[in-house]
T-cell receptor
Framework: GQQLNQSPQSMFIQEGEDVSMNCTSSSIFNTWLWYKQEPGEGPVLLIALYKAGELTSNGRLTAQFGITRKDSFLNISASIPSDVGIYFCAGGTSYGKLTFGQGTILTVHP | GAVVSQHPSWVICKSGTSVKIECRSLDFQATTMFWYRQFPKQSLMLMATSNEGSKATYEQGVEKDKFLINHASLTLSTLTVTSAHPEDSSFYIC???????????FGAGTRLSVL
């Protein structure tokens, strides 16, 4: 099925560094969501975006809904070891289904 | 709020047997539930969309007779893997949607191993 283009595929960073990842699509979405998944667990919702241009923060996380409605980014500031996991973007339409990105694997070295 | 419980978290079964996985929304009513399959280090692959009181809608390539879905109430959906074979071994994850919010909340997943 259709997937979003999420980049980078993986990141290896030092604790304290900032992280940025993004998703792009050829289709317009009404909603952009960012999830984090840890090994053996289901994805956990981090941030939900509903309006083009919207910028939303959740602690050290900040995400934006692109103006064109075809992209979104997620920033993590001052990373810590527990930020390790796979981050997925997801685009939603009015039909309720989500289209997922391929995921960004984040590794944080202490 | 918005807690989704999935059970069991891990199951091992013999080839040819059937396995049932339950997905419950604990603190909200989910008119729509979704079932995904995930292979190691890959993204989530939608298998089917389940609406309360109606037949599930399966994605292309997913065998509806193999993966039986029942959504009998606003808080419970089940996925039954019938006559399981080793190639059905995977991580299955359910999610529940809140009407109008276009958000899905996920269960913790079920690791299925078919011997």
């Amino acid at each position: 099925g259709q997937q979003l283009n999420q980049s980078p595929q993986s990141m290896f960073i030092q604790e304290g560094e900032d992280v940025s990842m993004n998703c792009t699509s050829s289709s317009i979405f009404n909603t952009w969501l960012w999830y984090k998944q840890e090994p053996g667990e289901g994805p956990v919702l981090l941030i939900a975006l509903y309006k083009a241009g919207e910028l939303t923060s959740n602690g050290r996380l900040t995400a934006q809904f692109g103006i064109t409605r075809k992209d979104s980014f997620l920033n993590i500031s001052a990373s810590i070891p527990s930020d390790v996991g796979i981050y997925f973007c997801a685009g939603g339409t009015s039909y309720g289904k989500l289209t997922f990105g391929q995921g960004t694997i984040l590794t944080v070295h202490p | 709020g918005a807690v989704v419980s999935q059970h069991p978290s891990w199951v091992i079964c013999k080839s040819g047997t059937s396995v049932k996985i339950e997905c419950r929304s604990l603190d909200f009513q989910a008119t729509t539930m979704f079932w995904y399959r995930q292979f190691p280090k890959q993204s989530l692959m939608l298998m089917a969309t389940s609406n309360e009181g109606s037949k599930a809608t399966y994605e292309q390539g997913v065998e509806k007779d193999k993966f039986l879905i029942n959504h009998a109430s606003l808080t419970l959906s089940t996925l039954t893997v019938t006559s399981a074979h080793p190639e059905d071994s995977s991580f299955y994850i359910c999610s529940a949607g809140i009407q109008g919010a276009n958000i899905q909340y996920f269960g913790a997943g079920t690791r299925l191993s078919v011997l």
